[in-house]
């Protein structure tokens, strides 16, 4: 059902709007409008600009109970005033800064350390001491690395009495690195002969201390103790935040209320220019709620309610809440889907919860696989809400009665006897015909009750909308209903033997509607008195009717057709098991249990995904499309409560 809703004006000295707000908005569901928007005829509005002083603080709240490990379990502490709050966020900032930078300094050292390594680590082969080395007075050196291709030519001019020494490091897949060293008086040449070979010279800097190799080790030691005193700080990070878990948590929640509070501000408007002006505040709340919100701030001075009779001339139309039982909630994801109802239509959850389990039943009748649905889909939707789940329990329990009716579990079909029929071998005898599977027979039979009930809830939801033409002269309003009335009356007293209506009633329930149907807009002007005249000739608008009149009968037709998908599945399911049972050897009377358990399983998920598309389906085109409009608004109301705190990513 739709929740009757009103639009509601709250007023009161502008100094009061947080606690209004919390005390009563952050109870009672409302749907705040833009008050500037909606009152354009209240004279001397202005928009409240001021910032939200409890965003930064909140921000840093969020923030520091995201590191928390399991910040869900935490009992929040709720004993501090917000002046605590407030002071409790700023000390736990700068504790937590002076550490982050203790953290950034050691992490500089670390990378430093680390390209030093790797400075050094190529020369690990190298054994001496480069204290030595660096300090040489007369006998120049080079450290750097050679491309690989340039290190024979370069062992050939040593060869040839380069005056000069090289001693090899590491080598990789484009450069050896090493180090070359040679006399002061033949640096220059020697210098230039190298750098032909494409020698990069690396400088070392005296912080170097033994052999290349001792170097590298005792850089890797400093890194190892300075990560050290990182995962100390780190700790001590977790022991700052832990200690004040509880406080944090309580804070976090009550600045999420107040900041939300505040930015009530945005949909508020100010009355007057002094500093006691006033707030005005607008939405739509139910009615139900709006007794128990004027019952209690009765006595309230500081707060005034007025309720505005004439919503739809000046607020619009109210937003959509459904409430419905909870057996059919689930099924209010596919009214969503389609579109909610607006404030004038009806409700079709229940209708949807009905018919939906009952087909999806009729068309995936076994005993075994309802149950496997019943019980899956209501545990799931028990533990996570989900709504689909719910659906596909309460379509399970439909399963498992056609299951009982086909004489089905499990895709055996001699354990227990159909209380009704079995649909791959029942058959029905008909006029001009013949033998016609009966399911075939009830399917149609089945669907034409369905547009039948349809076309008269069109009938009611106009008549109520007072729309005359879709009353009356819709091919779903009355004229609809005769005619397909009677073409359904006729086929049934046909197909069962009993004699059909005179040829002059048959002309009159036929032919009628259907002239009632090709003239409705200028019937629907006639009645109306309308003064609109007709866009389109005379002849025009007789060869588009007659089109459109084609098109309404084809879609009575095929409307129709379509609810054999339904006796359709149902024996496609009674095929796809024998096919399961044939391939585990049931038939010779032992069958392989594995293949039956996973032909079960597979022919439980496919086909019930494919029969629970294909009923939607016929919800969606052969039901909604007749009646339903779903042009409503979802009602979106204002809450402060707190949602989950998503945790964080990063590590601090």
Known sequence: MIVKMKFINISGPRNDIDRVTDRYLSKYEIQLESALSELKTVDNLRPFV?????????????????????????????????????????????????????????????????????????????????????????????????PLEYYHRMQKYLDDNLN???????????????????????????????????????????????????????????????????EEVEAEVTALLNKHAPQLVATRNRLEELANNFDVRKMAARMGESQDDSYILCGWMSEDDIEKFQEESKDDENIFIMVEDDRES??????????NPKLFKPFEMYVQMYGLPAHDEMDPTMLVGLTYSFIFGAMFGDVGHGLLLFLGGGLLYLKKKIPLAGIISCAGVFSTIFGFLF???????????????????????????????????????????????AMILHIVMAAKNHDVGSTWFDSNGVAGL??????????????????????????????LPLLLILFKEPLTKAITKSSEKMEESKVMFLVQGIFELVEVLLSYFSNTISFVRIGAFAISHAAM????????GAEQGSPNWIVVVLGNLFVCAFEGLIVGIQVLRLEYYELFSRFYK???????PYSNKRGKTKKAAAKH
């Not at 779903?630 to 979106?636: D, H, I, N, V, W």
């Open 482 to 511: 005769v005619f397909y009335g009677a073409i359904v009356t006729t086929i049934v007293l046909f197909m069962t033997g009993h004699s059909v209506p005179a040829a002059w009633v048959m002309v009159i329930m036929f032919v």
């Open 314 to 323: 000046y607020f619009g139309t109210p937003p959509t809440k459904l409430k």
């Open 630 to 636: 779903g042009s409503g608004r979802a009602f979106t």
């Open 577 to 584: 098991m024998e096919v399961v049972l044939q391939l585990s």
């Open 50 to 146: 001021e910032a939200n002083p409890y965003r930064d603080a909140l921000s840093q709240a969020e923030q520091f109970v995201g590191y928390l490990e399991d910040a869900d379990k935490v009992t929040p502490d709720e004993k501090s005033t917000l002046n605590e709050m407030f002071e409790l966020v700023r000390n736990i900032s700068e504790e937590y800064q002076n550490l982050q930078d203790k953290k950034g300094k050691l992490q500089a050292d670390i990378d430093d350390m680390r390209s030093r390594q790797q400075v050094i680590a190529p020369f690990r082969p190298l054994d001496f001491d480069l204290q030595d080395v660096l300090s040489f007075r007369f006998i120049a050196y080079r450290f750097g690395k050679l």
């Open 407 to 453: 004489g089905s579990i499990f895709g055996f079909e001699d354990i227990i006897e159909p209380l009704w029929l079995r649909p791959i071998e029942h058959m029905t005898t008909l006029p001009f015909i013949g033998k016609l599977n009966t399911v075939f027979v009830v399917s149609v039979a089945f669907g034409m009750g369905v547009i039948l009930f």
């Open 164 to 230: 000069a020494i090289f001693i090899e490091g590491e080598h990789d897949d484009s450069f050896v690195y090493g180090a070359y060293f040679v006399s002061p008086g033949e640096s220059v040449r020697i210098d230039t002969i190298f750098r032909s070979l494409h020698f990069e010279r690396i400088s070392f800097d005296k912080e170097y201390h033994g052999t290349p190799s001792a170097a590298y080790l005792k850089l890797e030691r400093e890194i190892g103790k300075t990560t050290s005193r990182m």
